[in-house]
């Protein structure tokens, strides 16, 4: 499509680009391997380094894959977060995960806490305890503008994380936009890492 025929009003602009996203995410090849080494490039920022409570997203479909670093991560003596939906609310909840055997496959076919491990206080952590936030998205660009799947799990989320928590998605390059329409209630990242660069978005300073 060229940009005489690209939509034009900012609805059908997201449409036309969160569609574009998840078909070139879908054709990406070596999902495996440039997955590693994106999420080896996340666990070597100064931010996870300091951090002590980091969340972590589980992939589901054709997202930058995390499930085969997890294990790793679990490793390194922080206090490991993952999110999980409750389907009833459409809200996002987070577990601290101590064991991957602690997760099985849930809503939208994602990995997700056992549900006999859900309600267990001291595996319930809040947003503003997380001192890095891992998200994931659809498409990005070159701003930090994100764009999820269209409900919003993740920017009501964000909402409740603190200011000093940075806010780092993953994605591959393929993801990667000059720029995408954004709403007043979308959150920008504050670094984007591909298999090829890093790049630093405007965070919620803006």
Known sequence: MDDNTKPTDPQTMKEFIRKLARANRVAQKNKDAISLDICRKFTELPAYNVAKTVMWYVDAGSEVRTRHTLPEALTHGKRVVVPWCVVETNQLELFWLEHMSELVEGAYKILEPKEELRGLPQ??????????????????????????????????????????????????DCQIFDEIPVAAHDVFMDLVITESRVLTGKGRAS
């Open 123 to 172: 595996k319930k952590v809040l947003p503003d305890e997380l001192d890095l936030v891992m998200v994931p998205g659809t498409a990005f660009d070159t701003r930090g503008g994100r764009m999820g799947q269209g409900k919003g799990y993740y920017d009501r989320l964000l909402s409740h994380a603190r200011l000093d928590a940075p806010l780092v998605a993953l994605a591959f």
